[in-house]
T-cell receptor, first 113, second 115 residues
Framework: EAQVTQNPRYLITVTGKKLTVTCSQN?????MSWYRQDPGLGLRQIYY???????DKGDVPEGYKVSRKEKRNFPLILESPSPNQTSLYFC????????????FGPGTRLTVT | AQSVTQPDIHITVSEGASLELRCNYS??????LFWYVQSPGQGLQLLLK??????LVQGIKGFEAEFKRSQSSFNLRKPSVHWSDAAEYFC?????????????FGIGTKLQVIP
């Protein structure tokens, strides 16, 4: 089954404790992206990647890091999480090298206390 | 930079009634346009997309959208709403230009369907 998976689905952590949210897709997609969803703000793009070793900032990259060492994986790293990073995070992928129709993961609910 | 406006945060319609969700975008050229739906506790699912060609596009679940260049709009419609359509709907604009690739989402419209 074609899908985008994210882990963990739920995470509660404390300020400053490094964490990684994994994202994996099995569709051989070149484009992958991370979004955060906050009430009243919709989805905002954090980072995107057009291919292996090619990443770029989205609208809200501060406090986040990404890497794309393999085509299928695109982890999101929070080196020192803060409470304002409490949010619902989505990973997405799409075919081709552009922001074509995207397939979304189920989301990761992160709470930073 | 592109932007997307969804002027209606909440809409309530009766089951069986018609639906139109508004979306306006700002961009210097014709972008890629999308509508996504998010059911409670779920990720986003693509309803339909517009890249070029026929300005009336058909999507899944009986939805359609019309691209109007003169109005910079891409409104979503459905002739008869079902209770299962209750969800949040997001309009999105995609821009692809050389090394620049970006998607911008609207803030969403939450649809409530009443019996």
């Amino acid at each position: 089954e074609a899908q985008v998976t994210q882990n963990p689905r739920y995470l509660i952590t404390v300020t400053g404790k490094k964490l990684t949210v994994t994202c994996s897709q099995n569709m051989n997609h070149e484009y992958m992206s991370w979004y955060r969803q906050d009430p009243g703000l919709g989805l905002r793009q954090i980072y995107y990647s057009m291919n292996v070793e090619v990443t770029d900032k989205g609208d809200v990259p501060e406090g986040y890091k990404v890497s794309r060492k393999e085509k299928r994986n695109f982890p999101l790293i929070l080196e020192s999480p803060s409470p304002n990073q409490t949010s619902l995070y989505f990973c997405a992928s799409s075919n081709g090298q552009g922001p074509y129709e995207q397939y979304f993961g189920p989301g990761t609910r992160l709470t930073v206390t | 930079a592109q932007s997307v406006t969804q002027p209606d945060i909440h809409i309530t319609v009766s089951e069986g009634a018609s639906l139109e969700l508004r979306c306006n975008y700002s961009y210097g050229a014709t972008p890629y346009l999308f509508w996504y739906v998010q059911s409670p506790g779920q990720g986003l699912q693509l309803l339909l997309k517009y890249f070029s060609g026929d300005t009336l596009v058909q999507g899944i679940k009986g939805f359609e959208a019309e691209f109007k260049r003169s109005q910079s709009s891409f409104n979503l419609r459905k002739p008869s709403v079902h209770w299962s359509d209750a969800a949040e709907y997001f309009c999105a604009v995609g821009v692809s230009s050389g090394g620049y690739q970006k998607v911008t989402f609207g803030i969403g419209t939450k649809l409530q369907v009443i019996p």
